[in-house]
């Protein structure tokens, strides 16, 4: 039940070489929670497990986590290491790819990587998962898809984990046709 009812979360170093503070939305002025460290409440352990956790769960393939530096997300003050973990969803058999861009996009050429975290945040399925579903559709409707190509040297160091390959070339748009 925990990781059905769980949320998206961003953790991220503001004080601490470990996590020490979090977000809930990836919004202007949104609430920062942290966890104390001063000369009464060191609070290291605590923090050292959130990292530990993690790590591991993303080992065990119970969570996805990913940076969000190359996705054009940045906070403020220059804190570091904003992430994004949450609690893996299977992918719903019925999804539908095409009705999904159709109902959230207006555009006919959709930026890859941002569509995938899109989709990520809002069901939390895992980023490989909507990699495969973004290639199996575009196989399926080739009258309705076309996969855009692009170099390697176009794609931005964590971004690369957000693009699909297909026969040895990264896609990084969808037209819509």
Known sequence: MLKINSKVIFPFNRESRFTD???YELKNNSTIYFIRKDSIENNEDMM???DVFVKWANELGLVEK???KNLDYQLANNYKSLTCVY???KL???FDLVN???SNYNSHYINVPKLIFR???EFRYSISDIKKLIIQTANRYT???SLQRTSEIFIRNTEINFVPMVNDSYISHILIN
Do not use: P, T, V
């Open 87 to 89: 609690f893996k969803q």
């Open 143 to 145: 009258d309705a898809f």
């Open 66 to 68: 990913f940076n969000l």
């Open 100 to 102: 999904y861009i159709k």
């Open 48 to 50: 050292r497990f959130w």
């Open 119 to 121: 989709i990520a945040l």
């Open 21 to 23: 503070s979090f977000i």
């Open 92 to 94: 719903d058999a019925d």
